[in-house]
C-alpha cells in the first residue's frame, strides 16, 4: 500500500451514473481489479445500467475509484467492483467509497450487505464486514440455448431460488 502522507480533501464522490465514463471505467479495472480487466465496453454499459446505486470517485475530470451496488431496498443488497486507483490507494478512499455505497438510500436500511472477495478481507473487516461461511453458493450460468424448453424453465427457477436465499 501507498503512504497515507498523501492529502486527498479534493477528491469528490459522487452517486451521479450519468458522470460515468465507460472508457474510464475500462482503464480503471485493467489497472487494479484482476477480476474485470477483459470487460468489453458493452457488457460495461449493461452492468452500469442495471447496478444501483453507483459511487465514483474523481480528481479533477480523472475517474479514480468507483463501486457499484444492487439491493432490494430492505431485505438484501451485494457490493460489486470496488476499486481505487493504485496511486490513490491507502489514503482511506477505499473506505469512504465503500461507505458512500452503505449509506444510500437504497443500501443504508438493508437487513444484510453482502460482498465476495479473494484478497481484500482485511480492508473490507475495517469497515465492519465480517466473515459468513454459511452464504457461499454460486451458480455459473449454462447457455439457455442449449436446454429443452421445459428444463430452460425450470433452470431459471433454480437460478432465482440461489439468489432469494443469499
Ligand atoms: C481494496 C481497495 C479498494 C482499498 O482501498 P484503499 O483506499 O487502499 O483503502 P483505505 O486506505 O480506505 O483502507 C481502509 C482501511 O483498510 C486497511 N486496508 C486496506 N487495504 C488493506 C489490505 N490489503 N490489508 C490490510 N488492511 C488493509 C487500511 O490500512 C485502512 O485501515 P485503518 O482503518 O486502520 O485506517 C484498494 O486497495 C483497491 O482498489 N485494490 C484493488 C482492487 C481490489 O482488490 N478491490 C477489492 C475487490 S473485492
Known amino acids: 500500500m501507498k503512504s497515507t502522507a498523501k492529502d486527498y480533501r479534493h477528491i469528490q464522490f ?36 442495471n447496478s444501483n446505486p453507483i459511487v465514483t470517485a474523481w480528481d479533477g475530470e480523472e475517474m479514480i475509484g468507483f463501486a457499484r451496488g444492487t439491493s432490494d431496498g430492505i431485505y438484501r443488497a451485494t457490493i460489486w467492483d470496488v476499486v481505487i486507483h493504485p496511486d490513490y490507494q491507502g489514503g482511506g478512499l477505499g473506505r469512504k467509497l465503500v461507505q458512500t455505497v452503505l449509506s444510500h438510500p437504497l443500501m443504508c436500511r438493508v437487513e444484510r450487505v453482502y460482498l465476495m ?50
Open 14 to 49: 459522487c452517486d451521479d451514473r450519468s458522470k460515468i465514463d465507460i472508457k474510464q471505467l475500462q482503464t480503471l479495472f485493467k489497472l487494479a481489479a484482476f477480476w474485470a480487466r477483459e470487460r468489453c465496453s458493452e457488457d460495461l454499459e449493461i452492468a452500469v445500467a
Open 117 to 166: 472477495t479473494t484478497h481484500q478481507q482485511k480492508f473490507y473487516e475495517r469497515i465492519g464486514f465480517e466473515y459468513n461461511q454459511s452464504t457461499t453458493m454460486v451458480l455459473y450460468n449454462q447457455p439457455m440455448e442449449s436446454l429443452p424448453r421445459t428444463e430452460q424453465n425450470s433452470a431459471n427457477q433454480t437460478a432465482n431460488a440461489v439468489s432469494i436465499s443469499r
